[in-house]
């Protein structure tokens, strides 16, 4: 291993059956599995677990982090208070909103003693954000090398995100609820565990929270009552009424459905196992005596229920069951676009590759891929399209 890592002069791939958190410092005394489990986690995560000296110099270099990140922003007009709340979680630096006194516009993360002294790899990256989140903050990350290389970038990337928080802020309807009534709501809200205690110290970000997007009603399946017929029935005249009124209970109780999605419904009542040609032809002709409306990406068709405007919808909806899951060709750019505006609804602002990560995640697919990348990024596209988002100077996606 200290071979390949002091010859490898672009990249490293690393493969390995242990993950660094399977090696619990707490339990090892050898200074060799030490440095394994340093490896490994720099491998997973890169540069930002690097330490930035002894761990004897480190509060120091944080202390003189967070002094110069409040620093710059005062000098640009930005009133903070460091290491905001008194729990386990607290936010290093908070962005004061100059229009509502006690409130934040924003808390600033920092891979400091907090993120150092975290037990588990799922406290550091997941739990911390995630109940900051919930107790209504918008967060931004920075971590201490962005800063030591590059610190313009870092604050020009925090006046963007404060700048998109405060015009945010200044299109939805202000919270006039008292500071006691604030405290008085937070103190209902628990953490996962007894060590979180005191997260109501943290003082939230005053946003209307009525006015994010939200998903709308489970995917549930349309199941059809069985025909007893067979495949010769299926192309006979007398039985166009019942197919037809098939299609119309799919797309009503379904829709917006793809095409594929859609014949797969009807063929399943009718015991009907493949899609042939003949078959195929068989619903282009049915669809187009219909007169259904439609829409339609890279090839795939979706039909809609006659009282939706396919431009006006926006809700997204999550299968309850693994086994209705739909495939991802299968979700139409419009209920995609509106899984993006749920996302930047809470983070305002996102890369695109991050984005992406989210609306996956919020869709309820426990992995990504190809095929669901590619329609996320469409969905991306579509949201611009509709309004909802804009790409930023930065070529990032911004909520409108």
């Known amino acids: 291993m200290n071979a390949a890592v002091s010859r490898a002069r672009h990249e490293m791939i690393v493969f390995s059956t242990l993950r660094s958190h399977h090696l619990q410092a707490s339990r090892i005394s050898a200074q060799g599995v030490l440095g394994l489990k340093a490896f490994l986690d720099y491998a997973e995560k890169g540069k930002q677990v690097l330490p930035a000296g002894q761990a004897a110099g480190y509060i120091p270099i944080v202390s003189h982090l967070h002094r110069s990140l409040a620093s710059e922003l005062k000098a640009l007009g930005y009133e903070t208070d460091l290491h905001v709340g008194t729990s386990g979680y607290r936010v290093d630096i908070g962005v004061l909103d100059p229009e509502h006194r006690g409130q934040y516009l924003m808390g600033i993360l920092l891979d400091g003693p907090m993120y150092e002294n975290a037990e588990t790899a799922r406290d550091r990256d997941i739990l911390r954000e995630q109940v900051l989140r919930q107790l209504g903050w918008n967060l931004l990350r920075v971590w201490s090398p962005d800063w030591w290389e590059n610190r313009h970038s870092v ?30 709501q937070l103190e209902q809200i628990t953490a996962p565990s007894g060590k979180y205690e005191g997260l109501a110290e943290a003082n939230p970000v005053g946003i209307n929270q009525s006015s994010k997007a939200a998903p709308g009603p489970l995917y549930k399946q349309c199941i059809l009552d069985p025909v007893p017929f067979g495949v010769e029935q299926f192309y006979l005249p007398s039985y166009t009424d019942l197919i037809l009124g098939q299609i119309k209970k799919v797309i009503q109780e379904e829709g917006p459905i793809s095409r594929s999605l859609l014949t797969k419904r009807i063929l399943q009542a009718w015991g009907i196992a493949r899609l042939g040609a003949k078959l195929d032809q068989r619903f282009s002709d049915l669809f187009t005596r219909l007169g259904l409306q439609t829409t339609e990406m890279e090839g795939v068709i979706y039909f809609w229920p006659e009282e939706i405007q396919p431009h006006q919808y926006g809700m997204f ?55 669901l990348e590619k329609v996320v990024k469409f969905g991306i596209q579509r949201a611009i399209e509709l309004g909802y988002v804009l790409v930023d100077e930065n070529q990032r996606i911004v909520i409108k």
């Open 155 to 184: 604050v020009r990337r925090m006046v963007e995100a404060i700048e998109h928080v405060k015009d945010y802020k200044s299109q939805i309807q202000p919270v006039t609820r008292s500071a006691s009534e604030e405290l008085s």
């Open 317 to 371: 909806r999550i299968s309850a069951e693994e086994s209705q899951r739909r495939a991802a060709e299968d979700i139409p750019p419009e209920e995609v676009a509106a899984a993006v505006k749920a996302v930047l609804d809470s983070q305002i602002s996102l890369s695109p590759e991050e984005l992406v990560k989210q609306v996956v995640k919020i869709l309820g697919y426990a992995r990504s891929g190809t095929a």
